[in-house]
């Protein structure tokens, strides 16, 4: 008879993501299992190319011009930014792409594959559905108060375990407070402290985190855990067979980037931050089929991936952090910030945010 393996939820998909064969270790690409702002579209990738423009102009146009990407997947941002970048800012990207997986075939050698952050970075630092894969604890509130959460690593049943750590408390009274017997709160420190560190890292310029979230007074009572397999939604068991993930208190790490020394700060929707990149999902005018159908075909396509992106009840849903160091927020970020006032923190963001297609 197998000996169960039981743990709390942060160990637990540490191994399942990122241990020896792991999910994200052993090469698995997110678009093999779910759709992505990036699979969806390359209108996504071309609203990040008039972003780095922005950042590029707002840093003096630097020699080089550093542009990270963090959970890059099989780099599909950086490819197109390369092979779209005018030339005089072509040669002086210099590309990261931050990935635990394998390097791909065929990525071209311009693009440095690594498995952290680079310690020092001028330039964009883009995060697409990141910090919603770091491993984090689970509690649940009971008569005698909150509990960890633990799990069979081969099953994915769960009990009750020890009281939280002073650290998970804290946090849980500051951003996830519990109310009855039975709410959950997914402990987001873990990606507090990863976002931190990105600030941290940043000489100057702009850092994005994309990913599914929602704001303290909307916070889902029974959390947002899933697994994700093959396109479709299965029980997130912690075997390393699929992807496991729970949205992201993208307000927390607001504050947490704050403090590690973020200048200008942006919280918002997808929706809104990729219409003041200039896309619209606008169909293109209906005479343009006599005057030239090709294009017009190419104008339907457009709009289609566009109106994708920015619908509201799934990708536009996102949430969209956008910090600075040492420059103010780029123009068309810095438009959405003045409407919504200060900090230009939305109240957008909510459970309604969507789940993985």
Do not use: K
């Not at 005018?86 to 050698?109: N, Q």
């Not at 699929?242 to 700060?265: E, F, K, N, P, W």
């Amino acid at each position: 008879m197998v000996a169960l393996t039981w743990a709390p939820w942060r160990p637990a998909m540490e191994l399942a993501l990122y241990g020896a064969d792991g999910f994200y270790r052993r090469g698995e690409r997110p678009a093999e299992h779910f759709r992505t702002s990036v699979s969806a579209s390359s209108r996504f990738a071309a609203a990040l190319a008039r972003l780095l423009g922005e950042v590029d102009a707002a840093l003096g146009r630097p020699q080089r011009l550093d542009v990270v990407d963090i959970g890059a997947g099989c780099a599909g941002i950086l490819r197109h930014l390369l092979a779209h970048a005018a030339p005089d800012l072509a040669g002086r990207i210099h590309p990261v792409a931050v990935e635990v997986a394998p390097r791909p075939d065929g990525l071209p050698d311009a693009i440095t594959w690594r498995d952290a952050p680079p310690d020092s970075i001028t330039g964009l630092v883009i995060a697409n559905e990141w910090l919603d894969n770091i491993p984090l604890d689970i509690v649940e509130q009971t008569d005698d108060g909150p509990r960890l959460v633990e799990v069979c690593r081969t099953t994915g049943t769960e009990r009750l375990g020890p009281v939280p750590s002073p650290e998970d408390l804290d946090w849980i009274a500051s951003w996830w407070p519990l109310a009855e017997p039975g709410d959950r709160a997914e402990i987001g420190h873990p990606r507090c402290a990863a976002w931190a560190s990105v600030i941290g890292r940043l000489d100057a310029g702009l850092a994005v985190a994309v990913d599914y979230a929602h704001a303290r007074a909307d916070r889902p009572p029974y959390g947002t855990l899933t697994g994700y397999r093959d396109g479709a939604t299965v029980a997130p068991v912690p075997d390393g067979s699929c992807d496991i993930t729970a949205h992201v208190a993208l307000d927390a790490c607001t504050a947490s980037g704050q403090r590690a020394g973020a200048s200008a700060t942006l919280l918002t929707t997808q929706r809104n931050a990729l219409r003041a990149l200039g896309l619209t999902g606008a169909r293109p005018p209906l005479d343009l089929a006599h005057r030239d159908p090709r294009a017009y075909l190419v104008g339907l396509r457009t709009a289609g991936e566009e109106a994708e992106l920015l619908d509201a009840s799934g990708l536009g849903g996102f949430g969209w952090l956008a910090q600075t160091v040492g420059t103010p927020l780029p123009p068309s970020l810095a438009d959405l910030a003045s409407q919504a006032g200060g900090q230009g923190q939305s109240s957008t963001l909510s459970d309604s945010s969507p789940r993985r297609m």
